[in-house]
């Protein structure tokens, strides 16, 4: 790439603007206003190659998340590694509801099943200063990047390894959330976009993608003080499966949210006391 300007750059780049946009700040490490207001400004040897090598692996498909190490979610910027999902728009609706369940002052007790990048638990104590927040996930290095967030952005999280409900025996919760993984073994979406350079037992759950869900409103009864909610992202098509199942289950107060395309996207139910 023989372009030295911040303009000539964006213009050769030859992938969708905005990502290259959004790779070149990251390369220059700079913010947006300074790459608008500095077109003319050269780029360094080291910043010239750095940005050549995130472009062609970006040609590549690779996720301009992963590239950067960086997404933002719910107006944080978050750690993102190849060992999580990218935190998505859609799930910002998951926690802008479960902020709608907790009172501003209240002390409530949030299970964040699954918790990946910690994107949903940072965001839910970020908001929600006394709220006592648990995120749990079977893998070790989401783990590690969830801890990152938190702390990057001061939130006081308990982080556990937990293969969904298994080291959580006896505790109860005011609030249980998930994104949980609900692509069915086999979709065309797994080989297409980013979703082929994330981990996979992140994204996909048996034969009709229910199996996760299926297990967590199994268990979550179990798990809820009386009266207590849980509330889950699910799939495009699954909203009427997991309502169903909710009710069959015992859950009341069951209910769907759409998200901004208008897709059913959150499921859930008021449960508890079993």
Same mark, same amino acid.
């Given at each position: 790439?023989?372009?030295?300007?911040? @303009? /000539?750059?964006?213009?050769?780049?030859?992938?969708?603007?905005?990502?290259? #946009?959004?790779?070149?700040?990251?390369? *220059? #490490?700079?913010?947006?206003?300074?790459?608008?207001?500095?077109? %003319?400004?050269?780029?360094?040897?080291?910043?010239? %190659?750095?940005?050549? @090598?995130?472009?062609?692996?970006?040609?590549?498909?690779?996720?301009?998340?992963? &590239?950067?190490?960086?997404? /933002?979610?719910?107006? &944080?910027?978050?750690?993102?590694?190849?060992? =999580? *999902?990218?935190?998505?728009?859609?799930?910002?609706?998951?926690?802008?509801?479960?902020?709608?369940?907790?009172?501003?002052?209240?002390?409530?007790?949030?299970?964040?099943?699954?918790?990946?990048?910690?994107?949903?638990? =940072?965001?839910?104590?970020?908001?929600?200063?006394?709220? #006592?927040?648990?995120?749990?996930?079977?893998?070790?290095?989401?783990?590690?990047?969830?801890?990152?967030?938190?702390?990057?952005?001061?939130?006081?999280? %308990? !982080?556990? /390894?937990?293969?969904?409900?298994?080291?959580?025996?006896?505790?109860?919760?005011?609030?249980?959330?998930?994104?949980?993984?609900?692509?069915?073994?086999?979709?065309?979406?797994?080989?297409?976009?980013?979703?082929? !350079?994330?981990?996979?037992?992140?994204? =996909? @759950?048996?034969?009709?993608?229910?199996?996760?869900?299926?297990?967590?409103?199994?268990?979550?009864?179990?798990?809820?003080?009386?009266?207590?909610?849980?509330? !889950?992202?699910?799939?495009?098509?699954?909203?009427?499966?997991?309502?169903?199942?909710?009710?069959?289950?015992? !859950?009341?107060?069951?209910?769907?949210?759409?998200?901004? @395309?208008?897709? /059913? #996207?959150?499921?859930?139910?008021?449960?508890?006391?079993?």
């Amino acid at each position: 790439m023989a372009a030295t300007s911040i @303009a /000539e750059a964006l213009r050769a780049a030859g992938i969708d603007p905005v990502d290259a #946009r959004v790779l070149l700040r990251a390369a *220059l #490490r700079v913010s947006a206003a300074h790459l608008a207001a500095h077109p %003319e400004r050269s780029l360094t040897e080291i910043e010239r %190659e750095r940005y050549r @090598a995130w472009v062609e692996r970006r040609r590549a498909g690779e996720p301009v998340a992963y &590239l950067t190490g960086e997404r /933002e979610f719910y107006g &944080l910027a978050l750690k993102v590694t190849p060992a =999580v *999902l990218i935190p998505r728009p859609e799930t910002e609706l998951l926690v802008e509801t479960a902020l709608g369940l907790i009172a501003a002052d209240a002390s409530a007790r949030v299970l964040d099943l699954a918790t990946g990048s910690g994107c949903v638990a =940072v965001a839910i104590g970020r908001h929600r200063a006394h709220a #006592r927040v648990t995120a749990a996930d079977i893998s070790r290095d989401a783990l590690t990047v969830a801890r990152d967030n938190a702390r990057a952005h001061g939130v006081d999280v %308990e !982080f556990i /390894e937990s293969d969904w409900f298994a080291a959580l025996s006896g505790r109860r919760f005011d609030l249980i959330v998930s994104n949980p993984p609900y692509i069915a073994e086999g979709d065309t979406h797994l080989e297409a976009g980013d979703l082929r !350079f994330e981990p996979r037992n992140a994204l =996909v @759950a048996g034969p009709d993608g229910m199996a996760c869900i299926d297990s967590i409103v199994a268990s979550a009864h179990a798990h809820l003080v009386s009266g207590g909610w849980l509330l !889950f992202e699910h799939g495009y098509d699954q909203a009427s499966r997991c309502r169903n199942l909710l009710q069959r289950t015992g !859950f009341q107060q069951v209910t769907s949210r759409r998200d901004l @395309a208008g897709i /059913e #996207r959150i499921s859930g139910g008021q449960g508890g006391g079993a």
